[in-house]
Structures are given as C-alpha cells and as structure tokens.
C-alpha cells in the first residue's frame, strides 16, 4: 500500500523573493483577481491547503514566476501490506522480557577513592 502526501513549499518560496509577512501577499493576489482575507491569506501560507483553487495556484506561480511543482512537492511513502487482525493482535502483546530492562542506581564516586564497602 502507497501513502500519498505533499510538502507545500509557499513560505520557503516567499523568503527566496524577500516577502516575510503574510500581509504582503494579499495585494498582489488581489492584482491577479483574488480576493482572500487575511486569515485566508495567513492561511495560505501558514499551513498545508487540503483544497486549493487552480486559479489561486495560478495565481502564485505568476507572483513568484514559479511552477506548480516548485509550490506543492509529491511525497510516496510505501507502508508495507495491509495490517490483518492477527498482525495488529501480535503487534499489541507484549514481547516476553519487555519490562525486565530496569535503569541501575547509579553510585557516585568522590574524587579521593572509590567508596567503601
């Protein structure tokens, strides 16, 4: 099984054009016809659009003369076969021994010897 994600890369893109602030990109989306408010905006660049308007993503790339890849970046991650309920039962028993690792108490040694017994 594939597990399909995607890196968005606007913010990265933003400071490689010298555009730190959010605030800054909503006027030049507005010259292109879109019309976000600022939370939109903030939005936009803050976190990862699960649904982002073609004509928005067109928009960015004009803005930062970029392409579509250069903004939103594919991740494949292979999870190895679907889990069954005997590899999910196996996975939540405890291995023999699991518990039996405990932490020593450490003993602290002046610098003038070791400690007596």
Not at 8 to 21: F, P, T, V
Not at 53 to 79: G, K, M, Q
Not at 101 to 113: E, L, N, S, Y
Request: proline letters at 10%; a positive charge.
């Amino acid at each position: 099984m594939r597990r399909i994600d995607y890196k968005w890369h606007l913010r990265r893109i933003m400071a490689a054009h010298n555009m730190w602030k959010t605030t800054d990109l909503a006027p030049l989306l507005r010259e292109r016809g879109i019309n976000l408010s600022p939370a939109q905006v903030y939005r936009l660049v803050a976190e990862k659009p699960e649904r982002l308007p073609l004509r928005t993503l067109a928009a960015l790339c004009d803005i930062f003369d970029c392409t579509p890849a250069e903004l939103v970046e594919p991740v494949v991650e292979a999870t190895g076969k679907k889990a069954t309920a005997t590899s999910a039962a196996a996975r939540r028993t405890p291995s023999p021994g699991k518990g039996d690792f405990r932490p020593r108490r450490a003993i602290i040694v002046p610098d003038d010897g070791p400690p007596a017994t």
